[in-house]
C-alpha cells in the first residue's frame, strides 16, 4: 500500500481536537485490519494518569497522543501533546513495517505535537524518558 493512500478516520481528528480543547487526556489509534487506514482505538479522560495510560497499552503497535502536563523550572505548570508510536519487538514484522511507513502521513494531519516518543518495550516509554524529552526541548 502506497502511504499517500493512507486515510485518517474523522474519529482520529476529533479524539485529538478533544485533547487539544482539554476534553480528553490521551487518544489512542490502531491500524484497521487491511491497513488502509488509521482509527480510533480508545481514549482516557482528563483524570487518565501517564501510567494508567501506558499500562493500557495494548501488546501489538499503536500510535498515541497524550497531553502531559509538568512543572518547568520557574515553577510553571505547563502541558504539551506528545506523539506515542509504540511498535512493541513481540508484534509481528509486517505490522511493525506499516505503522512505521504510516508514521509521518498520521503525525502530519496532527497539528500542534510538540515531542515523539518512539518506544518497543514499555521502559522506552517511561515517564521520567518523556519528562526528560519535554525539558530537553525547552
Do not use: H, W
Amino acid at each position: 500500500m502506497d502511504v499517500s493512500e493512507l486515510e485518517i478516520s474523522n474519529d482520529v481528528v476529533v479524539a485529538f481536537n478533544k485533547i487539544k480543547s482539554g476534553a480528553l487526556r490521551f487518544a489512542m489509534f490502531k491500524m484497521a485490519y487491511d491497513y488502509r487506514s488509521v482509527v480510533l482505538d480508545r481514549t482516557g479522560g482528563r483524570d487518565s494518569s501517564y501510567n494508567s495510560f501506558v499500562r493500557e497499552l495494548p501488546n501489538e503497535p499503536r500510535f498515541a497522543v497524550f497531553d502531559y502536563e509538568y512543572v518547568q523550572g520557574d515553577k510553571k505548570t505547563t502541558s504539551e501533546l506528545v506523539f506515542i508510536c509504540y511498535f512493541p519487538e513481540t508484534a509481528g514484522v509486517k505490522s511493525r513495517m506499516m505503522y512505521a511507513s504510516s508514521k509521518e502521513t498520521l503525525k502530519k494531519s496532527l497539528t500542534g505535537v510538540s515531542v515523539e516518543i518512539q518506544g518497543n518495550d514499555f521502559d522506552d516509554l517511561s515517564e521520567g524518558f518523556v519528562l526528560e524529552r519535554l525539558l530537553r526541548k525547552i
